[in-house]
């Protein structure tokens, strides 16, 4: 009879843990002083690991923009530990936030920003030109870039020739194409209807299932509820972190 081996639980290899892309470690931002004194964030706890898609949401003055703006050096804390890809970028200078911003951020926004005197390629190309790219790979990424959000057919259009959400196709192939390890995106589909909200949200979900990691604040739960975590603020708190789509669906989030 032929032996047989026996593989027990404890011979099974655990799976290696994914790096930690964002952890926000006591983090407070206080304007003001005194009785005027507010604290936008309270000893805010948060890690996001690489390939998350997650959402932020809470009320008007719960903190989530505030938190995002940390996230994306575009402010500082007033203490605490924010560790972007390993690097603690809390304190870092201007020229510094700048650099890491362009180098493993990515930006979506509610309003485009586009400038309206460019090309779609060209809108798409600027970054490059900040990262010190050479203009024939600057070209071939964002030919690229546009191709993956559906727009190889309108490099040479300006944004006035362009819908909402061709807009907002353009702005995120952007903010892709200098290769970012999050995507940040705010309000993203605030200023579109139903059915470009979807074509839209459906671009983010292709992009967070090629493995890049994707964080949105948004107000809508239908927004939310297709990303794969909620974080709730309140407070100027983190009081959920790690809600399920579900969990919005039928819980009363307070």
């Known amino acids: ?17 994914k790096p930690k892309i964002i952890r926000l470690e006591n983090i407070f931002k206080i304007y003001g002083s005194g009785e005027a004194e507010v604290r936008a964030l309270n000893d805010v706890n948060l890690i996001v690991e690489q390939g998350e898609y997650c959402s932020i949401m809470g009320p008007s003055g719960s903190g989530k923009s505030t938190a995002m703006n940390i996230i994306g050096c575009l402010d500082r804390p007033t203490s605490g530990h924010y560790y972007l890809d390993n690097l603690d970028v809390a304190q870092m200078d201007d020229s510094s936030l700048a650099h890491i911003r362009n180098r493993k951020l990515g ?27 050479n203009p024939t790979e600057r070209r071939d990424r964002a030919v690229a870039a546009l191709q993956r959000v559906g727009l190889a057919n309108r490099l040479n259009n300006k944004p006035t020739q362009l819908s909402g959400g061709q807009q ?6 952007r903010a892709i194409v200098n290769r970012p390890v999050v995507l940040l995106a705010d309000e993203p589909t605030g200023a579109l209807d139903s059915r470009t909200t979807q074509e839209v949200l459906d671009i983010f979900s292709e992009l967070n299932a090629s493995g890049i990691t994707v964080v949105m604040v948004t107000h809508e739960p239908d927004v939310a509820r297709q990303t794969q975590r909620i974080v709730w603020f309140r407070d100027g708190q983190v009081v959920h972190s790690h809600l399920t789509p579900a969990d919005l669906s039928h819980m009363a989030v307070s």
């Open 168 to 173: 907002q196709r353009v702005a995120i192939a």
């Open 107 to 133: 930006f979506v926004f509610q309003q485009f920003h586009l400038l309206s005197q460019l090309s779609a390629l060209e809108n798409v190309m600027l970054p490059m030109v900040y990262a010190n790219v």
């Open 1 to 17: 009879m032929a032996n047989t081996l026996t593989i027990t639980d404890s011979q099974i290899p655990n799976p290696a843990p």
